[in-house]
Structure formats: structure tokens, C-alpha cells
């Protein structure tokens, strides 16, 4: 669509206004500011506000500092840590998330491209994560503007938050619960309900709402355990998740040997 057309007098020619802003615009469509972004407007920043946000960035990332303590036996000291690619990751998240919800352009955005250059952690900077949030290993981590993560999460090397579609507005990537755990690999993947304390197989694909308490393997996902025992915090035990594809092959193996005996003993 065109922007507005002021009339013109005399000789003067016509100026096309920009339909965002109604400011001048060369091609009658949006002006350059407003394709730059940088229209900050005339919003004003509480400082009481700015300084209780900036306390949650950093009892949110002592959190996280926490929690990989907790759960990884491999952690040794404090700047041993900090130097952990999901680590450093989640300061520059925090950070650039902070900048998001003041709406600012362009740094929330550099500060994501730059956390993942240098970590390999892709985080978009709309992303809202709870305390406790530990990405181990952390290369080829993806997780989408929308997502919305509890307390006490843990993800693997090449989990993924993603989106199915192409809808660019609304909801558009998972919402996870508080003390799941995401395999190596999973992908989680549209808007949908991930519960508390879940555990999801690594490589696996779950593109439907999973009830709390679950444990889901497979592509696609499937629930093979619910309301069993408790989750503990620190599970590194992917090993131990039973395969439900192995379990119906092996019944149908048993079952063409039963038919075998049977088909044999009337001969």
C-alpha cells in the first residue's frame, strides 16, 4: 500500500506521508526511519523499575550459576563456570532481554548474535526464562522468540524451542513448565504445553501438549511414563529411557515366534 498524498499547490510536486508514522516518505510506503527501528518514541523509564529489573538479571543468573553446580558433577569452581558456553549464553540472554522489554532497537538483537557467535546458543532476545535455567554443553541450542520457560529447566546440546508455521505474530513456540528436563537433540516444536517436572528423551520430536509428570521418547514423541516416580533435580540418566519402538518390535518378534510353534506343531 501507498502512504497518505498531501495535494499539491501550484507547481510544487506531490509528497507522500509514511503510513507508520506520518512523517515524509521518498516511496510512499515507510520512511526510513521507521525501517531503521528507531523509533524510541517519548517513553519514560521509571528508575525505581530499572533498578528492580536489573536485580532480577542478577538473581536470575546467580540462579543459573546455581544450578550448574547442582547438576553438573563435571563443575569444579566458580570461574570455571562462568566460562561455560550455556552460561555465558544466558547472561548476554538476560541482558538482552532486559533491553527487549524496553524496546529498544537493534541492541537486543546484537547482543543475541553476538551470544551466538560466541557460544553457539541461539536465544532470541523475546524469550522469557525462568531462574534456575541450565543449558549444558549448549552448542546448537535454538530456542524462538515466544517461548516461555519455568524454573529448574535444564536443555542439551542441540534441543530445540522452536515454531511450526509461518505465522508471525502470537504465540508460535512452547511454554515449559517447571523441573523439565530436554534431552540432547529433542525438539520441541509450536505452541504448546510442556508440564511440570517432564522429562523429554534426547532426538525426540514433540509437537503436542505433554501432561505434567510425563516422560516422552520417540518420533514422534510419545508418553511412556506419567505420574511415576518423582523427577529428582540433577537427571543425567537418558540411558535409562525406555525405547517404546524396541518394545513393540520385540512383541511382535515374540509373537511370530509363538505363531511359528504353533503353525509347526500341526504339521
Excluded at 516422560?215 to 517404546?244: F, M, Q, S, W, Y
Amino acid at each position: 500500500m501507498k502512504g497518505k498524498m498531501i495535494p499539491s499547490e501550484g507547481n510544487k510536486p506531490k509528497q507522500l506521508l509514511c503510513l507508520k508514522c506520518g512523517q515524509f516518505s521518498e516511496d510512499g510506503t515507510t520512511c526510513i526511519r521507521c525501517l531503521e527501528g528507531i523509533q524510541l518514541g517519548d517513553q519514560i523509564i521509571d528508575s525505581e523499575k530499572l533498578r528492580k529489573e536489573l536485580v532480577i538479571i542478577l538473581d536470575n543468573f546467580g540462579s543459573d550459576v546455581a544450578a550448574a553446580f547442582k547438576k553438573d558433577p563435571a563443575a569444579g569452581s566458580v570461574m570455571e563456570v562462568l566460562y561455560y558456553p550455556g552460561i555465558q549464553a544466558m547472561l548476554l540472554h538476560r541482558i538482552a532481554h532486559f533491553f527487549w522489554k524496553l524496546k529498544l532497537p537493534y541492541i537486543p538483537r546484537y547482543l543475541s548474535l553476538t551470544s551466538r557467535q560466541i557460544t553457539g546458543v541461539d536465544i532470541h532476545p523475546g524469550a522469557n526464562i525462568g531462574k534456575e535455567f541450565f543449558i549444558d554443553h549448549g552448542t546448537g541450542v535454538v530456542i524462538g522468540e515466544t517461548s516461555k520457560i519455568g524454573n529448574n529447566v535444564t536443555m542439551y546440546q542441540g534441543a530445540t524451542l522452536g515454531g511450526t508455521g509461518i505465522t508471525r505474530s502470537g504465540k508460535r513456540h512452547p511454554t515449559i513448565g517447571n523441573d523439565v528436563v530436554i534431552g540432547a537433540g529433542a525438539k520441541v516444536l509450536g505452541p504448546i504445553n510442556i508440564g511440570d517436572r517432564v522429562k523429554i528423551g534426547a532426538n525426540s520430536v514433540v509437537t503436542k501438549n505433554v501432561p505434567k509428570e510425563s516422560t516422552v521418547v520417540g518420533v514422534p514423541g510419545i508418553i511412556i511414563a506419567r505420574k511415576g516416580r518423582k523427577i529428582p533435580k540433577i537427571d543425567l540418566a537418558h540411558g535409562e529411557l525406555p525405547n517404546p519402538f524396541v518394545q513393540k518390535i520385540q512383541q511382535l518378534e515374540k509373537r511370530i515366534t509363538e505363531l511359528e510353534k504353533q503353525l509347526n506343531g500341526k504339521k
